[in-house]
């Protein structure tokens, strides 16, 4: 999957945060989670943190729900949390952007927590709040990663390689025989 451009990507991060959330609205996933573990892993740390900087000002945009700039804010310091695990995940397979799309996932929602309770102090802290939001939210980001990111960009690296074009010319050499 490394051929694939990263514009795919993110057209479908922003494809999802325009329009999933009108359709599954009661279901909150970090949208460009599994782009950033993508990113990480193509980009320096530099060119990581304008890029996150630019996906929380998308989700900013869309959001109303916290002032602008807290996503922007908390994209940035989840990739300077998250960009120097890129180690442990460093090949870009289905499992492994969905596992690193979960942690950068968990950290997010933790992270966007504890902004929110010191800029607003209208969240209560609770364990219950931490479990779903860090832990049950980060299991359904990284189901999302892996139906929504890694299934179409391997469906673009296969169509990008040629291989269906030889699919079909042995399918009909089999049909003329």
């Given at each position: 999957m490394k051929n694939v451009p990263l514009w795919f990507p993110l057209s479908l991060s922003i494809l999802y945060t325009i329009y999933g959330s009108a359709v599954f609205t009661e279901?909150?996933?970090?949208?460009?989670?599994?782009?950033?573990?993508?990113?990480?892993?193509?980009?320096?740390?530099?060119?990581t943190l304008w890029i996150s900087l630019f996906c929380g000002l998308i989700v900013d945009t869309v959001s109303s729900q916290?002032?602008?700039?807290?996503?922007?804010?908390?994209?940035?310091?989840t990739s300077a949390l998250?960009?120097?695990?890129?180690?442990?995940?460093?090949?870009?397979?289905?499992?492994?952007?969905?596992?690193?799309?979960?942690v950068i996932s968990s950290i997010f929602s933790f992270l966007l927590i504890i902004v929110t309770y010191i800029f607003q102090r209208q969240v209560?802290?609770?364990?219950?709040?931490?479990?779903?939001?860090?832990?049950?939210?980060?299991?359904?980001?990284?189901?999302?990663?892996?139906?929504?990111?890694?299934?179409?960009?391997?469906?673009?690296?296969?169509?990008?390689?040629?291989?269906?074009?030889?699919?079909?010319?042995k399918q009909e050499e089999e049909d003329l025989k």
């Open positions: 279901i909150k996933l970090i949208t460009f989670a599994p782009m950033l573990a993508i990113i990480y892993q193509r980009k320096s740390f530099i060119v916290y002032p602008f700039g807290l996503y922007g804010a908390c994209y940035m310091m998250c960009y120097h695990l890129k180690k442990h995940f460093f090949e870009e397979k289905p499992s492994a952007i969905s596992f690193y799309s979960g209560s802290i609770t364990l219950e709040l931490i479990l779903s939001d860090c832990l049950v939210s980060a299991i359904f980001d990284a189901l999302y990663a892996l139906i929504w990111f890694t299934i179409p960009m391997q469906a673009y690296a296969y169509i990008e390689s040629g291989k269906w074009k030889k699919f079909l010319r």
